[in-house]
């Protein structure tokens, strides 16, 4: 038993930290976000690309690092501090995932290496409305290999060349550019899109059910995604206690008052929890354990409750300053709207958690 | 990270089991007169063995174990009905600070019958006057020759009815700042003069007490660390018992869901009802976040890392859990949500228990708000509280 990175992995994620601190400054995340036009940072994605960190858990014979989804964690927890604004997540976690684990071998010997090496941008497009995606709600679908229809929202939609969506059938694999519409979102450093289908090509992607397809997909990035989030909770910890021992009221700094105190603690708690859920969760993936959904679960629904908590309560302790747009609270606060909903909302993972419970219980 | 155990684990996890099989069989078979009885046997049953306080060096009569080692033990050992509470305050407080601070002799007459549950321990250090607030305590020890002379009273000891011997925190010098005038000692409770009553609990039971001392004479042999340098001894004992304290005691998710599945509700069982699947799954994150912190703080041990003030996170959690989890069983079984005798309320009345005993987790080891002042101060470094106290002789504080 070993609840922790091993010395490699801390090694590792050392020098990710080390590679986005000086790639990606908070200048970069604001470019993108003060700019309506752009919609990633072109050379943060090279540079990424560059380290390898896209096909990190990519096998070798598939031109990636080979390494294990411990060490993906690890990058994931470093470009959720950074809030990178580069399609990661889309590309690694949820279409490089999907075809790890649902392509054929022509298909995985076709886009792999193309991920890996950054020149694919991927996108995972489920949505077609408000509410969880369930049976009765999905309208997209395929007839021979044609697909028609519309998903909305679609993150990184409007820039992928490899789209993974769900019709009613099943999951398909279609090439993009495909026609978009780009979004009003509450996080614009990381870009979504309306995405139409009209009778483009498309391929089948393994043989599964389309939504448990996509639920094995989404336990999947559900960890990763846990990871960004804890380095996001972690990084909206550190601003606080950084601000609030900076500013000073009534004759001392804040931090030396109870509320703020209790506040920051409540932060670390909550964060202390996530964490030890992801790393219950990244375990959990790597090993390829059948505890992975009620992992995945878990580990989401506590770091979408502690990435909220923390980036709510920074703006909070950073007072009036902390809700202008030249204060960088408010990127936390948005990403973490971004990251909590993009596999579906907490309430929804909170009810898979239970059903996998009572599944447990029954066995 | 591998949650799995190594081939040695994995074999140490099958010796224990294999023990544990066919000694609590005979355990059970042996008949206790009482709880009491079937703790001690218990314990020294796992004494002998070398599972009682595995981490202890075998010199010590421990297990000279690994860390990770004492948490396979626990988990094998929790699925039998053998938890008893005596111990663990002595174990897991006292006795260790005897082990830091103790003389060869002393420790070679207390720590192994304190192992073997023969005898028992209580830690003295709450007073009226001092609670969270340990340095404020008013008990007097005044030198007398080669003794101690102790007069005050001390409050909430936890076992001190049952209990054979105590660490004691008293002043020892009034003249100088709170934290500087302590000096801490262990004595027997049997000594002439001190006094124990039990107090009642709000929640029926009767486990903490006052403890009354009058002309305590206490040999100047039985002090622990060095004249008015107690709090440095009492700062190892309120560490450890961060590490000791934990658990929330059985009303945990498992639980609820058991009774959910069985409850009616508007439509169908409670299960089935939305707002209380929300509500099951964020104790559930909470419960495993707990489980996989404590074995994040295992690992830091088992690499020789010390632990921080980071423990004290599973107290503020798993106490509020236990109340919370408590009240909404107890208002899910309605109008019979009131009724805690055990013979008739779910699961023998559990969650009516958790309600009434959550207030005093939430306080006993400190409290909610004293341990988020630990978190702050000492994990994240943020400044400490204004003490108007500090460099005044403690003889002019206010009361
Ligand atoms: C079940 C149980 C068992 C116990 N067993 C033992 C035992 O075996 N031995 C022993 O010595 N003691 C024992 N105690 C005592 C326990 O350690 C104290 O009750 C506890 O530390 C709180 O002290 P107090 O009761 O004096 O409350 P107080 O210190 O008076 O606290 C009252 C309230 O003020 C708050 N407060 C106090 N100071 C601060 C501050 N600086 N900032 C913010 N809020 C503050 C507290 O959080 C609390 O809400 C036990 C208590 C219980 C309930």
Known sequence: MNFDYSDDQKMLKDEARKFLDAKCPVTVVRGVLDDDTRHYDEALWRGVA???????????????????????????????????????????????????????????????????????????????????????????????????????????????????????????????????????????????????????????????????????????????????????ADRALEMAKAYALDRQAFGRPIAGYQAIKHKLADIYVKNEIARSNAYYGAWALNAGAAELPLAAATARVAASEAYWFASKENIQTHGGIGFTWEADPQLHYRRSRQLSLVAGAPSTWRERLVTQLEQRNAA | MDFNDTPEEAAYRTRARDWLESNVAEHKAQGHADDMAAARAWQARKAAAGYAQITWPKEWGGGGGTPIQSVIFGQEEAKHPVQYGYFTIGLGMCVPTVMAFADQATKERFVGPALRGEEIWSQLFSEPAGGSDVAAIRTRAVRDGDDWVVNGQKVWTSGAHYSDYGILLVRTNPDVPKHKGLTMFWLDLRSPGVEIRPIHQMSGGSNFNEVYFTDVRIPDAQRLGEVDAGWKVALVTLMNERLAVGGGGGAGPKEILKLAREIDAAEGTLLQEPAFRQKLADWWVQSEGLRNTRMRTITALSRGQTPGPESSIGKIIAANQLQDIGNSAVEAEDQFGIIADPALAPLKGLFQSAVMNAPGLRIAGGTDEILKNIIAERVLGLPGEIRTDKDAAFKDLKA
């Open chain 1, 50 to 232: 560059e380290q390898g960190w896209l096909g990190a858990a990519i096998p070798e014979q598939y031109g990636g690092l080979g390494l294990g989804h411990v060490e993906l964690c690890a990058l994931a927890e470093e470009l959720g501090r950074a809030v990178a604004p580069i399609p990661f997540a889309s590309t690694v976690y949820f279409v490089a995932e999907a075809l790890m684990l649902l392509g054929s071998e022509a298909q995985k010997a076709k886009w792999l290496p193309k991920i890996a090496s950054g020149e694919v941008i991927g996108a995972f497009a489920t949505s077609e409305g408000p509410g969880p995606v369930t049976s009765t709600s999905i309208r997209t679908s395929v007839v021979g290999n044609r697909i028609t229809g519309t998903k909305i929202p679609v993150t990184d939609g409007n820039i992928a060349n490899l789209l993974v969506v769900l019709a009613k059938d099943g999951l398909y694999l279609v090439e993009g550019p495909v026609e978009s519409e780009v979004l009003t979102t509450l996080d614009p450093t990381r870009s979504a899109a309306r995405v139409t289908f009209a009778d483009n090509d498309c391929e089948r992607l393994g043989d599964e059910d389309g939504l448990s397809a996509m639920s094995q997909v989404f336990d999947r990035a559900a960890v990763l995604l846990a990871f960004e989030q804890l380095g996001g």
